[in-house]
């Protein structure tokens, strides 16, 4: 298909940034580049990972995606795809608040990972609970 999609390709950590580039989001830019059909248009590269993998992410076309995926330094490709938010009250769940502290602080995530792995509850765990059964269920009391 000629109609891009947007994909995060995860490359090889091993890997290390060539020191003529400054930046990895550079580097990345200049393999997108490279391609037969070359990412030409900025809007389509979307972001850059450094910080827990290493790859970015961007709009392609299938031949494109082919392509990269035959790089020695491809490990995996993740099509986009939408979760359902499953907190029950976020960001406060997880006590960030938009006035003080961390959250302000980091500069509103900038840089931060923050991952809140729960299991066992949300299956049991009725949408239409009120906020004292939530509780509950957090406390596992319920």
Not at 119 to 139: I, L
Request: charged letters at 20%; proline letters at 6%.
């Amino acid at each position: 298909s000629l109609i891009p999609n947007t994909y995060i390709v995860n490359l090889d950590n091993e890997l290390q940034k060539p020191s003529p580039f400054p930046t990895h989001e550079f580097w990345h830019l200049s393999l997108l580049q490279s391609l037969a059909d070359p990412i030409a248009d900025e809007e389509l590269f979307l972001y850059s990972y450094t910080h827990v993998m290493h790859g970015f992410s961007c709009r392609l076309t299938e031949a494109q995606l082919s392509e990269i995926e035959k790089w020695s330094a491809h490990v995996v490709t993740y099509p986009e795809t939408f979760g359902k938010l499953l907190t029950t009250h976020t960001p406060e769940f997880i006590g960030l608040h938009h006035d003080s502290g961390l959250w302000p602080n980091s500069s509103y995530d900038e840089g931060i990972i923050i991952g809140v792995n729960r299991h066992g509850h949300q299956a049991r765990a009725s949408m239409t609970m009120d906020n004292q059964e939530v509780n509950q269920v957090d406390k596992g009391k319920a």
